[in-house]
């Protein structure tokens, strides 16, 4: 099939590499499209639009409390992030808590507590990609729990945390001013 | 002829050095995948030809070494009957007659219409020795490699949920968010617009994470096999940005994959309109499965992680997402304790293939040195070669087409005298940026700055490589 041939009206989009070239051609020749594709449904967005984001945008409904969490993390979490969320190397599962303030020093230690610069990331990452033997699997009332329970053994909230949409999104993160942009090139030995 | 002898088995000690105790896991980790490789060949190692002897490994025997493990592999019932055949990876094992002039070969497509390697060739990429093998990364052969273009079958992976096994009839993406009509394309929608085919590296940001302190894989494998180059088939994203329709202050594209990380990093909207790649092929055909099968983004020059395989979903925002592996992850924390973020860009680097760690050179005389050099800047401009630790550096020269962001071969002719050696290898890319040393990025970026290393990522410093005068060739990064 001879791609170029297909959609001939399009010849310009086609042969302009620079995007400033096709978005001003379609402007002016009023939205010339190849068309391909459909109209995914609401539903078929919201299915895997799953993210969250750290101003809040993206949490879904439900809730959990920190004692709630705890039973969550029990049959789920512990036996590769330790009880004590200490991590167990053998199943390659991370520490979550601890080392507040070691960052940047010899004894450096990331942690959800210690690196982490949004609330929003806990939740989004265990929705999407916990627990590791069974992906995805959680509830949202049960993520908003396992959450609530870490953040609390982290010293973020209180023991009687409720954790849901609005709660989540007021969380400050001891390292939320922890990161900067990337300024390289960082050595300037040019020629 | 000579004798290649047994590699060093022996790591540093690394006890007396300022190594917290994670990092110091994760390299001991790295250090036993080396050594399981390297065992591999040292049972094998025997008499071999010139050629041969840099590369201790010969052929023949090997050959047993497969057989060996397979046959046990098989009867430990942990492989289907049909990978008894005591042929390496990728290659199907068959009788060798005394002279194949005096018999008919194969039959014509008996392999069912897809070659397979010659059984007598066996580099493979290996694993990193992590806990799970869903997590986990394997590292390209470099030293074998030849030309420009890294063999499928050897492009390094790195996954953070397994390889998915994805049915492309059933597969879509869907791009929505920040956009006038939201739209969701069939791998076949995908491969109806107008394709482009670009050759470009793809280089993890934690290539050679263990030599940011001091010496310390053996093999250049191990210490760079975390980039590899291909030539990329697909749609550019700039086409399906025009047919969304991107809504003013659009800044960021969410990518997302379909596999069990559900893998997500944010785009800035500049590179998505310029070079950004939705790719269905690799080197001519499909994309392999562990590459992203059926389709994977493709950020020329950006670390490797960005490159969403199995892609499923965009999502056009005005800020970026703030994911897990561009928070938790793939974020440089320098002196000052604060972290580095968004560190997209893959500086220029190279690294000299032959000789390299492990290989054996069997006296003086003339040897091609030859490497890799690249930029996710552009193009190489030049590739700087020592032989004297840096005292003086010669012009290598460039095997063409020199392309942007691609893998380049470099060849430098050298007459070695036998006395000990010590080559390295710089980049100049067309910036005018120069590869710089170990010691001046750890200089700026400090050594704390990682609870596991110096630091993990985004290390691009010379590497050298010690020839001493028995012929042995040894990691020498620092010393240049």
Request: glycine share 10%; hydrophobic share 35%; with cysteine.
């Amino acid at each position: 099939m001879n791609k170029k041939l297909t959609v001939p009206s399009c010849g310009a989009t086609i042969a302009a590499g620079a995007f400033v070239v096709t978005v001003s051609f379609t402007a002016v020749a009023g939205a010339e499209k190849f068309g391909f594709g459909s109209t995914p449904t609401e539903q078929e967005i919201a299915a895997i639009d799953i993210d969250v984001m750290s101003d809040g945008r993206g949490y879904p409904k439900g809730s959990g409390t920190v004692a709630q969490g705890k039973e969550v993390y029990a049959s789920k979490c512990a036996a590769c992030h330790g009880e004590n969320m200490e991590g167990v190397k053998e199943a390659g599962g991370a520490a979550l808590i601890g080392g507040r303030g070691s960052i940047g020093t010899p004894k450096t230690k990331k942690t959800v507590e210690s690196y982490w610069p949004y609330a929003s990331t806990l939740f989004d990452y265990t929705k999407r990609a916990m627990p590791f033997n069974e992906p995805g699997s959680l509830s949202n009332d049960e993520v908003y729990a396992v959450s609530a329970y870490i953040l609390h053994k982290a010293n973020i909230v209180d023991a009687n945390a409720t954790m849901n949409a609005e709660t989540m999104s007021k969380v400050e993160m001891p390292n939320k001013d922890g990161f900067i942009p990337d300024p390289r090139p960082d050595i300037f030995n040019y020629r | 002829m000579t004798k290649a002898e047994n590699p060093d088995l022996t790591y540093p000690d690394l006890s007396e050095l300022d190594i917290p105790k994670d990092k110091l896991a994760l390299m001991e980790g790295m250090k036993e995948a080396e050594k399981r490789a390297l065992m591999a060949r040292k049972a094998e190692l025997e008499e071999c030809e010139c050629r041969e002897g840099m590369f201790p490994n010969p052929v023949a025997s090997r050959r047993s070494f497969f057989a060996g493990a397979a046959a046990a592999a098989a009867a430990a019932g942990s492989l289907p009957m049909v990978a008894r055949a005591a042929a390496p990876p990728g290659a199907k094992e068959f009788e060798v007659p005394p002279d194949p002039t005096k018999v008919q070969g194969r039959l014509t497509n008996d392999d069912g219409g897809y070659g397979s390697r010659s059984q007598f060739e066996d580099e493979v990429r290996w694993r990193f020795p992590t806990k799970t093998k869903e997590s986990s990364w394997t590292m390209t052969p470099l030293a074998a490699g030849m030309g420009m273009i890294t063999p499928s079958g050897l492009h390094f992976e790195r996954h953070h949920g397994g390889i998915p096994t994805i049915n492309p009839a059933s597969h879509s993406l869907i791009v929505h968010g920040m956009c006038d009509t939201p739209k969701k394309y069939s791998v076949a929608d995908l491969k109806r617009f107008p394709s482009d085919s670009r050759i470009n590296f793809i280089e993890c940001s934690g290539n050679g994470l263990t030599e940011f302190k001091a010496p310390y894989l053996k093999t250049v494998q191990g210490t760079h096999g975390l980039t590899s180059n291909s030539e990329w088939t697909g749609v550019p994203l700039s086409t399906i940005l025009d047919e969304v329709g991107v809504k003013p202050g659009a800044a960021w594209i969410l990518a997302e994959g379909a596999d069990a990380a559900v893998m997500t990093r944010s785009v800035p909207i500049d590179k998505a309109w310029s070079d950004a790649m939705i790719a269905y092929g690799q080197n001519g055909e499909a994309l392999r499965p562990e590459q992203g099968y059926p389709i994977r983004l493709m950020l020329p020059g950006y670390e490797g992680n960005t490159h969403i395989k199995w892609l499923r979903r965009l999502e056009i925002s005005d800020k970026p997402f703030q994911t897990r592996e561009e928070t938790s992850k793939y974020t440089d924390v320098v002196k000052d304790g604060k972290a580095r973020q968004f560190s997209f860009t893959m500086e220029a680097k190279s690294v000299i293939t032959f000789p390299s760690g492990e290989m054996k050179l069997p006296g003086p005389g003339f040897y091609e040195i030859t490497g890799l050099a690249w930029s996710g800047r552009g193009r190489v401009k030049d590739v700087e070669v020592s032989t004297d630790g840096g005292k003086t550096w010669h012009l290598a020269s460039l095997q063409g087409p020199i392309l942007p962001i691609s893998h380049t071969r470099f060849r430098f002719p050298w007459m070695w005298d036998g006395n000990p050696a010590l080559i390295a290898s710089r980049c100049i890319d067309e910036t005018g940026y120069m590869q710089p040393t170990i010691a001046s990025i750890n200089e700026v970026r400090g050594v704390n700055g990682h609870p596991k290393f110096a630091s993990i990522y985004h290390l691009n410093g010379i590497m050298a490589w010690a020839i001493g005068a028995d012929g042995s060739v040894v990691n020498a990064a620092h010393k240049v």
